[in-house]
Each structure stands twice: as C-alpha cells, then as structure tokens.
C-alpha cells in the first residue's frame, strides 16, 4: 500500500488513514452518511491515490458524486475517474473492481435522486454552483 499515496488535503488523508487502519469503511464516522475508498489512477502522474466518497449503493452498482461541495470546478478525482474509468471500491472490508461511466438524462436523474436521499447536502451543493455536478455510475467488472 505504500504506493498509493493519500489526499494532500489533510482532513481527506486522516479520513483515509482511519478507513486504512480499521480496515474498513463501516462505522467509522458516527453521525455521518456512510462512505466507501476509491483506489484511483491519477490523470497526469498515474499514481495511485485514495480518494473517500459518500457510499450511494443500488443492487450492487454504486454512484460517485463530484460534487466538491458545490465548487465552481469539478474535484481533481474526477479527471482522474475521466482517464482512468476501471478501479477498485471498497465498501465496508470488501473491495472489488468497477467501471464507471458519467450518466446524464434519466439515468442521471434516477441516481441523483439516490445520491441525495443517501446525502442530502448534494441538494444544497448544486444550489451552490452553476456546474451540473457529474455524476458517475460503477458497474461491477
């Protein structure tokens, strides 16, 4: 794991350390959503970087929100999702690999409806910007 390196934002990387160290990403942050660690490929250095989401789970697939809490520019993470769609997610102490695809139209609409039922401030987030917060869909490999 020593080449995976953590977020350079600190609070991101104790995040990520605390996932690390347990071993899971269940129960770790009480009174809050539940989350799940994305192992990503960076889009211009391709080095591996940890990058912890809120979980929004549907029969199996999972949805990624770049929301960057309502920011005016997408998350660094989602370049790198962009160049590097294949990674693995590991929700709770189980990891598996995914492909993920940026969704739009109904689709789009289907899951932003579960990413905000799972984390209402995404609501709140693109009230926040002019953007359309992306939003990626997992299949599993």
Do not use: C
């Amino acid at each position: 794991m020593a080449d995976i390196e953590l977020s350079p934002t600190d609070w991101v990387a104790d995040q990520t350390k605390k996932i690390l160290e347990a071993g899971t990403t269940t129960g770790l942050f009480p009174g809050y959503p539940p989350v799940v660690l994305l192992t990503l490929r960076g889009a211009k250095t391709g080095k591996l970087r940890y990058t912890p989401v809120m979980r929004v789970e549907h029969e199996g697939r999972y949805a990624v929100v770049a929301s960057k809490g309502g920011a005016p520019e997408h998350p660094a993470w989602y370049h790198n999702i962009k160049a590097h769609p294949e990674f693995s997610l590991q929700d709770g102490t189980e990891t598996k690999t995914y492909v993920a695809r940026e969704v739009d139209g109904a689709e789009r609409a289907e899951w932003w409806e579960r990413a905000v039922a799972a984390f209402p401030q995404y609501g709140e987030y693109q009230k926040k910007t002019d953007r359309q917060i992306p939003l990626f869909v997992l299949d599993p490999k």
